[in-house]
């Protein structure tokens, strides 16, 4: 009888066992996705929230980080990543060449790499998410070309500065003022009076408050991005200039559609990208390439124009962006 015991329970242990086994092999563990920013703005945040709604609907396991504007930390980042052997990074990269040597070392160990917002001079990453970053700089050209010709067609001379952001991302920041100027530089008067870099808000407030002072007849300053834009405009306002001087922006934020809404007239019109689709296509892209599922090389996301002349649009961006914050 003891003997029979003792078999039972083996029998019992073996077959427990096996089953455990077979249901270890049947779970696949997920995949694990870095997610690199360079800078903590919102429209950065709102990618990273772009990047979970896509970890969630898909299953994976998303690590974000930020690399600070700074090319060592994101070659430190993509190293750490490719240590804890993750399967993809979705990265916005720093420097078109710069950033290339970290990142061929990921593609070598089989680590598949999928860029956004900031292109790589590399044939390996499987995909690139990206706005037309000429389109958003002729968008807003379009809107300021417009404003021209109906309120200051009677100025003999239009004069019109630019904040953007030469030193940190030169390819993009080019790509954004020339196709903003291209749009306006062949009307009769319009003269370009200083070009200046300033893409953080406060740096953006300085530098623009010492443009105005140094043209008191500025009509018309640009903004290549989010904080250029709102520094732009509070440079305005502190100089008291709100029914002179006129702000035309590139990105679309909470900030940027209130700035459109106020009533003293300083921001006349930005054009945005959609951060949450960027943000969610580079995990989408990263987990098809992953699954064998072919992926487009390249994908350009749309840019949002928004237009003070156009409030209901204004709001409805409101709304879907409070979802992406809150």
């Known amino acids: 009888m003891k003997k029979l015991c003792l078999v039972l329970v083996l029998l019992l242990f073996f077959s427990s066992s096996v089953f455990s086994q077979a249901a270890r092999e049947d779970v696949e563990d997920p995949l694990v996705i870095a997610g690199i920013v360079f800078q903590d703005d919102q429209f950065m ?20 980080a930020n690399s600070d504007n700074l090319l060592d930390k994101e070659i430190e980042l993509v190293s750490t990543y490719m240590a804890r052997g993750v399967d993809a990074i979705a990265i916005t990269p720093l420097s078109e060449t710069g950033s290339v040597s970290a990142l061929r070392n990921a593609h070598n160990a089989d680590i598949t790499v999928v860029l956004f917002n900031s292109p790589l001079d590399a044939d390996f990453p499987v995909s690139y998410i990206n706005s037309s970053q000429s389109e958003l700089g002729s968008s807003t050209g379009e809107a300021a070309r417009e404003y021209i010709q109906t309120e200051l ?14 030193s940190l991302l030169p390819e993009i920041s080019d790509m954004r003022v020339n196709s903003f100027l291209n749009e306006i530089t062949d009307i ?18 300085a530098r623009g408050s010492d443009i105005i002072t140094a043209n008191p007849d500025l009509d018309i ?13 509070q ?4 100089a008291g200039k709100e029914d002179q001087i006129k702000v035309f922006g590139i990105d679309a934020s909470e900030q940027i559609a209130d700035f459109l809404l106020a009533p003293d007239g300083v921001l006349m019109a930005s054009t945005g990208q959609q951060p949450f689709e960027i943000g969610y ?23 949002l124009r928004l237009l003070r002349e156009d409030p209901e649009g204004i709001e409805e961006f409101k709304v879907n962006w409070s979802q992406w914050t809150d």
């Open 188 to 205: 009769s008067g319009v003269e370009i009076v200083s070009q200046q870099d300033a893409w953080l808000a406060e740096d953006a407030v």
């Open 153 to 166: 067609s009677g100025q003999s001379s239009i004069k019109v500065a630019t904040l953007a952001f030469q």
């Open 45 to 64: 945040r709102v990618v990273q929230e772009g990047m979970k709604a896509a970890a969630d609907d898909y299953g994976v396991r998303l690590m974000l």
């Open 281 to 303: 296509l580079s995990v989408e892209k990263a987990v098809k390439s992953i699954r064998g599922e072919s992926v487009d090389p390249e994908v350009i996301v749309p840019g």
């Open 235 to 238: 440079a305005v306002r502190n």
């Open 221 to 233: 300053l640009y903004a290549a991005n989010d904080g250029g834009t709102v520094g732009a405009v």
